[in-house]
């Protein structure tokens, strides 16, 4: 069955940026947050829902025969909250996409959104304003509306017996709430089941954490990483759909040689880069770059793992990179990594080095899978102790969206 998303009502394909350059290679999903953030409703297609190769984790239920939602009497209920946002959009479309089996659906966001039709896999809903009496009947809550509605409503949700599955940093940290990567330690959520008929809070990890992990988690386990120093080129997208809007704008203002609008950033970003949005700490290090040194102790479950990152936003629409260098405390050769990698559930190697051709942001937009290359022995260290690498990855899709759906699937 082809599923499709529809926002009603419907808006052109140029109102998406389907013609704008500036959005080229962005999915419908993400047109449609931008013209969400902009005021406008649209639709979008199955189109959007595409893997990278073969290389995407299949959704365990496929393996299982189970049929998409439409039909299934016996699937969990679920909502999602910060369903109008460039997360939540995508997370819509993910369901969709792996054909999860959702009994019924609830779409929360603010005030601001209440009442808008969307059109859902033949099925038409009216966004619900989020309160304290949303959650009841809910198996599975999908939370992405950011950290301080997290912290409101996420307790509140699994008090009332929903398991919170939230993209924020609200619970990340806490002890007994496990932060999960499917690829890499979905035992941390073993003891986690709708059938146990119990809430609970699971949290998503910060998505260059996720992005990075899927690609050195596979080395790790062959060779075991002592020290990883992680340089980000984040996009716009990271930090929700109205960024994506202000960097569009900003890009039409100064090629227009117009002074750029500044309200989500507090500097010029078009054509320009900077050290990440978010607040710096005491060590001089921001919080981004904090979340993946804790996060990596903990997913990893190696508190003496040495992990020192530094994160930029640069001018590019949709999905992270990253250059990525390794030591490990056993040896480890450049074409050996590459097999291990080209295993590697969710992740795809491009690494050609005749041609040049290494992963783009571009390539991996709207794609499931974790892109790697470069890489290279790094000649700074002694013997094969030392790797460099280049990944890029979906942070809405792997780094948010698909991650959650993935959870929920195990939750099954
Ligand atoms: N963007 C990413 O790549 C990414 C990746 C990983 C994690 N995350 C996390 O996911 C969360 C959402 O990010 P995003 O990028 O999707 O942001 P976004 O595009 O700005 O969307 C925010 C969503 O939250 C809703 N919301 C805001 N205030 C609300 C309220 N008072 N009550 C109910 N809903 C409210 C918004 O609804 P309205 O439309 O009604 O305002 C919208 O649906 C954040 O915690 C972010 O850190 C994002």
Redesign the pocket.
């Known amino acids: 069955m082809v599923a499709s998303l529809k926002l009603t009502p419907t808006i052109s394909a140029a109102e998406y940026g389907v013609t704008n350059p500036a959005l080229a290679g962005v999915s419908p999903a993400i047109r449609v947050?931008v013209s969400?953030?902009l005021g406008k409703s649209s639709n979008i297609s199955k189109g959007s829902l595409s893997s990278f190769g073969n290389k995407s984790m299949p959704s365990p239920l496929s393996k299982r025969g189970v049929v998409s939602m439409c039909s299934s009497e016996s699937g969990p209920t679920v909502a999602v909250?910060?369903?109008?946002?460039?997360?939540?959009?995508?997370l819509m479309n993910v369901l969709a996409g792996r054909d999860f089996p959702y009994r019924s659906l609830k779409l929360?966001?603010?005030?601001?959104?209440?009442g808008k039709h969307v059109l859902f896999e033949d099925h038409e809903y009216v966004?619900e304003?989020?309160n304290e009496e949303s959650f009841k009947d809910v198996d599975i809550a999908l939370?992405?509306?950011?950290?301080?509605?997290?912290k409101k409503?996420g307790p509140l949700a699994a008090e009332q017996g929903s398991i919170v599955i939230?993209?924020?940093?609200?619970f990340r940290m806490d002890d007994g709430v496990p932060l999960v990567i499917p690829e890499v330690n979905v035992d941390a959520m073993a003891h986690i089941k709708l059938r146990n008929k119990k809430g609970a809070l699971i949290a998503?990890p910060?998505?260059s954490t996720?992005i990075c992990l899927m690609a050195v988690t596979p080395l790790h386990r062959y060779a075991k990483v002592s020290r990883m120093v992680v340089s980000t080129y984040q996009?716009a997208?990271?930090?929700?759909?109205?960024?994506m809007a202000e960097l569009e704008l900003q890009t039409r203002e100064v090629l227009e040689g117009r002074k750029p609008t500044c309200n989500i950033f507090s500097r010029q970003y078009a054509f320009n880069l900077f050290s990440h949005n978010t607040s710096v700490k005491e060590n001089g290090y921001n919080e981004e770059e904090m979340k993946m040194v804790n996060e990596t102790k903990k997913i990893w479950n190696d508190p003496e793992v040495k992990v020192t990152a530094t994160c930029i936003r640069v001018p590019i629409m949709r999905a992270?990179s990253e250059s990525i260098n390794l030591q490990f405390q056993n040896p480890l050769n450049e074409n050996t990594a590459r097999e291990i990698l080209g295993k590697a559930d969710g992740v795809v190697v491009i690494d050609d080095r005749a041609a040049n051709n290494f992963p783009t942001p571009i390539e991996v937009s709207s794609k499931d899978a974790v892109a790697v290359g470069r890489i290279r022995q790094d000649i700074s260290q002694e013997g094969c102790y030392g790797l460099d690498l280049f990944a890029c990855g979906d942070?809405?899709r792997k780094?948010?969206?698909l991650n959650a759906v993935q959870i929920a699937e195990h939750l099954l």
């Not at 939230?166 to 609200?170: G, I, R, V």
């Not at 997208?237 to 960024?243: E, L, V």
């Open positions: 947050a969400f953030s909250v910060g369903a109008t946002g460039a997360v939540g959009v995508e929360l966001a603010s005030r601001r959104s209440a966004i304003e989020l939370f992405s509306a950011g950290g301080s509605i997290s409503f939230d993209n924020s940093s609200a998503n910060n998505c996720i996009a997208s990271g930090a929700g759909a109205a960024a992270h942070q809405i780094g948010a969206a």
